[in-house]
Nanobody, 121 residues
Framework: QVQLVESGGGLVQAGGSLRLSCAAS????????MGWFRQAPGKEREFVAA????????YYADSVKGRFTISRDNAKNTVYLQMNSLIPEDTAVYYC??????????????WGQGTQVTVSS
């Protein structure tokens, strides 16, 4: 079981950028696929982006492709989500997830507490 803590959320105007960070505990971090999910009020949690354990493969929801970039630094036990060209539809609580299944994007059992991202028009 890995402990995850997200940070970097906030309020930003449309067209702006934010970088989310997810700090993970455990030396086994580098063996986990990692991902970001988000949940807006009244909506189901949805997949945003994922990255393989090596960082060699990345995956994105169509809604964020070309705007968001997921990356990881295994030496720092941290995964990032760089969010550019933000739009109000990106407003949600963003959650980091460890050990998700790639391609199907089935989340793993470890979640962070979430960080709020609000994009104003």
């Amino acid at each position: 079981q890995v402990q995850l803590v997200e940070s970097g959320g906030g309020l930003v105007q449309a067209g702006g950028s934010l970088r989310l960070s997810c700090a993970a505990s455990g030396r086994t971090f580098s063996t986990y696929n990692m991902g970001w999910f988000r949940q807006a009020p009244g909506k189901e949690r949805e997949f945003v982006a994922a990255i393989s354990w090596s960082g060699g493969r990345t995956y994105y929801a169509d809604s964020v492709k070309g705007r968001f970039t997921i990356s990881r630094d295994n030496a720092k036990n941290t995964v990032y989500l760089q969010m550019n060209s933000l739009i109000p539809e990106d407003t949600a609580v963003y959650y980091c997830n460890a050990d998700l299944r790639l391609v199907t994007m089935t989340p793993g059992g470890s979640w962070g507490q979430g960080t709020q991202v609000t994009v104003s028009s």
